[in-house]
């Protein structure tokens, strides 16, 4: 919606009163332990919590381990110098000079380890990467904001967008905060008290005092995650997600937050069927983590959730001295098991979407966990709604996928659309598997139904290679730097003594000297594919749409590049600003790792004590990195990663529609097909 200046101040003044309501809300005078105020509770105000995290001095020892940590991972990190300034059309969206800050924040003195955290998140969080992010469990999470009025962007009949509660807020709010709502009810200014659920549907005209899409703008540039825009506006907003066994709802950035950043939202709203602009003033209510270990202080807190836990750092995987269950839970299962896997670190909640939007129709034999298939109403489209493509059984997994697909077919369905919606990746033979058995046997599947890769030959990683492959330090093939795991870009397995890092490819990029190794050739056929790979494709690839409310990272952009890029498949973003370009997928990577694998591959070669190697991280930290980039279909010699990919459709999204998985699959199929 957009306001004449002087609607505008109007309607800021009009909020000005309200905005001063804030000096009510409680303000924690904990003068001996501030931790202890929110020990053994459920529900606190954001500020108390911010007062415990705040108390907390920076730890000179800490701080330096993080960082050390941090940088010296960054080495095995794909892109970090593109990322000083991405190629376009991401210039504008990802300009971080990663290895730079974090010398800054070295010599920074911060007022308390909380800000120390808060700067560093956010300094991984400005490159945009999903699968290259900080999360530290002392304070990530470990008490969540929530407000009781997720937002959407709704399309009006005339085109013009505005973004409204959500029509089912009240619902879901009541459900999954039975405990909460009074409060909520309470705060509401007189006439409105114990109305909440007269808000849902309302038109949000200003958020604390600025108009909305100043808001989510705001938001966007310190939510990370993705490259495009898009993307980081749309996770303001609420939506939905297939989980394991259940249609998930996700409350989005404005009504659920990791941290406890805000401890209030000023709305100026009209409600459904009013004329009047009402001003509302709603707390946050800062609710215990579902993983948070209980504490009762300062002490507890920090030795319960912010010490390093058993799976933080690395192991030797052929030392005698690692439990048998750590090496199991650490050591990966082989190249055809690898994830690409986003590390966003926004808290996705178990609340259950109403069961008013939920899918009505049956879902078909080989339905499993976050995979569902359905047979549309009119009888000839199918749907694939894809949550991840992870599962707790792989092979079980990629069965499933055939076996509800000939479901489709069988049906007589025609068309297909595959929904993937917050779908963050997953194993990647999954996704080539998906592209192979849709598509048929061609020469874009078989052999190689994905992307060739590379990863950077730093001079730690070309060591760790030079001691496998001269040394035999992993004679059960564990190691992602083991030649014999990986083929060329003719498709051929390395021997077992090929330094497969050797000479690096150099390239000079943003001006710095970087290496990379070769091109890496196909990884999932045929070990990593079932046998029954069928001989012809099931559906025509024209008659496939991949929906998605943009997020769609990891795994499923490999899918959905290959499907959209190589099979002519269409391309659907739900609900995103019509003036902003969409992206059917966001960080797309080629394998994604962390400092725990990196970790392993050093202590198992034996180069723990060498300079360049990271040490032993001592907080409960998880640090995510990008190890393989898939080249692009567009320019087969540079990184997807920085390619163009628009979604065919926008798709708009009305109250009829929003959050609404079938009626969306409805309208998409009228549209696409």
């Given at each position: 919606m957009r306001f004449s200046k002087p609607l505008r101040a109007a309607l800021i003044a009009f909020v000005a009163a309200s905005v001063a309501v804030s000096a009510t809300i409680d303000v924690p005078d904990h003068s001996v332990d501030p931790c202890a105020a929110i020990g053994d509770k459920k529900w606190v105000s954001p500020r108390e919590v911010r007062a415990c995290y705040s108390s907390f001095k920076v730890n000179g020892a800490i701080k330096t381990n993080i960082l050390d940590v941090a940088e010296k991972t960054a080495a095995f990190h794909t892109s970090v110098n593109y990322q000083i300034k991405a190629p376009a059309p991401f210039t504008s969206e990802v300009h971080e000079n990663l290895m730079q800050d974090i010398s800054r924040i070295r010599r920074q003195n911060y007022a308390s380890e909380y800000d120390f955290h808060i700067d560093l998140s956010r300094t991984f969080k400005r490159l945009n990467d999903g699968h290259c992010s900080w999360t530290n469990y002392c304070y990530v999470s470990l008490f969540v904001n929530y407000l009781p009025t997720p937002l959407v962007l709704l399309t009006a009949a005339d085109g013009t967008q505005n973004v409204h509660i959500a029509y089912e807020a009240f619902t879901v709010a009541s459900a999954e905060f039975p405990d909460q709502i009074s409060v909520w009810q309470d705060a509401l200014p007189l006439g409105l008290k114990g109305k909440l659920e007269t808000l849902s549907g309302a038109k949000v005209l200003l958020i604390n005092g600025k108009l909305p899409f100043d808001a989510v703008n705001a938001n966007a540039a310190i939510a990370g995650g993705y490259q495009a825009l898009g993307a980081r506006q749309n996770v303001y907003f609420s939506s939905y997600r297939r989980v394991a066994g259940e249609w998930g709802y996700v409350f989005g950035q404005f009504a659920q937050q990791a941290l406890p950043l805000d401890d209030y939202a000023v709305l100026t709203i009209q409600r459904v069927n009013h004329t009047l602009l009402d001003t509302i003033v709603l707390p946050y209510?800062?609710?215990?983590?579902?993983?948070?270990?209980?504490?009762?202080?300062?002490?507890?807190?920090?030795?319960?959730?912010?010490?390093?836990?058993?799976?933080?750092?690395?192991?030797?995987?052929?030392?005698?001295?690692?439990?048998?269950?750590?090496?199991?839970?650490?050591?990966?299962?082989?190249?055809?098991?690898?994830?690409?896997?986003?590390?966003?670190?926004?808290?996705?909640?178990?609340?259950?979407?109403?069961?008013?939007?939920?899918?009505?129709?049956?879902?078909?034999?080989?339905?499993?966990?976050?995979?569902?298939?359905?047979?549309?109403?009119?009888?000839?489209?199918?749907?694939?709604?894809?949550?991840?493509?992870?599962?707790?059984?792989?092979?079980?997994?990629?069965?499933?996928?055939?076996?509800?697909?000939?479901?489709?077919?069988?049906?007589?369905?025609?068309?297909?659309?595959?929904?993937?919606?917050?779908?963050?990746?997953?194993?990647?033979?999954?996704?080539?598997?998906?592209?192979?058995?849709?598509?048929?046997?061609?020469?874009?599947?078989?052999?190689?139904?994905?992307?060739?890769?590379?990863?950077?030959?730093?001079?730690?990683?070309?060591?760790?290679?030079?001691?496998?492959?001269?040394?035999?330090?992993?004679?059960?093939?564990?190691?992602?730097?083991?030649?014999?795991?990986?083929?060329?870009?003719?498709?051929?397995?390395?021997?077992?003594?090929?330094?497969?890092?050797?000479?690096?490819?150099?390239f000079v990029i943003n001006g710095r000297k970087d290496s990379f190794s070769q091109r890496l050739g196909q990884e999932c056929q045929p070990e990593g594919f079932p046998d029954d790979a069928p001989a012809e494709a099931l559906f025509d690839t024209k008659k496939v749409a991949i929906v998605s409310n943009g997020r769609c990272a990891s795994s499923c952009s490999l899918f959905s590049i290959a499907m959209s890029k190589l099979e002519g498949s269409k391309t659907v973003v739900v609900g995103g600003k019509a003036d902003v370009g969409q992206k059917y997928c966001g960080t797309i990577g080629g394998q994604s790792t962390d400092?725990?694998?990196?970790?392993?591959?050093?202590?198992t070669t034996g180069l723990k004590n060498h300079t360049l190697a990271p040490p032993d991280m001592i907080v409960n930290g998880v640090l995510g990195i990008t190890w393989r980039l898939a080249y692009g279909v567009d320019k087969p010699n540079e990184p997807a990663e920085w390619q163009d990919h628009a979604a065919n459709l926008n798709l708009p999204l009305t109250a009829n529609l929003v959050n609404n998985p079938v009626a969306i699959w409805e309208e998409v199929a009228r549209r696409v097909f």
């Open positions: 209510r800062s609710r215990l983590g579902s993983a948070a270990v209980p504490f009762q202080d300062t002490v507890s807190w920090r030795a319960n959730n912010c010490a390093a836990v058993a799976s933080t750092n690395g192991v030797d995987y052929y030392s005698s001295k690692v439990p048998d269950t750590s090496a199991a839970k650490l050591a990966p299962a082989g190249p055809k098991h690898l994830l690409n896997v986003a590390a966003d670190n926004s808290p996705l909640t178990d609340v259950t979407l109403p069961a008013i939007l939920q899918p009505t129709l049956v879902p078909l034999e080989g339905s499993r966990n976050v995979a569902q298939f359905y047979l549309a109403r009119d009888g000839k489209t199918g749907v694939l709604a894809l949550g991840s493509f992870s599962d707790t059984n792989y092979s079980a997994f990629l069965s499933s996928l055939l076996t509800g697909l000939q479901s489709l077919t069988k049906l007589g369905a025609t068309q297909l659309i595959v929904d993937v919606t917050n779908n963050g990746g997953g194993f990647i033979c999954a996704a080539q598997w998906l592209h192979r058995i849709i598509a048929g046997p061609k020469s874009t599947t078989v052999p190689q139904a994905g992307f060739d890769t590379t990863a950077r030959a730093g001079p730690l990683a070309q060591l760790i290679v030079q001691s496998v492959v001269t040394n035999s330090t992993d004679p059960s093939q564990n190691l992602l730097y083991n030649p014999v795991n990986w083929r060329d870009a003719s498709n051929n397995f390395f021997a077992v003594d090929n330094n497969w890092l050797e000479p690096p490819v150099d400092f725990v694998t990196i970790d392993s591959e050093i202590k």
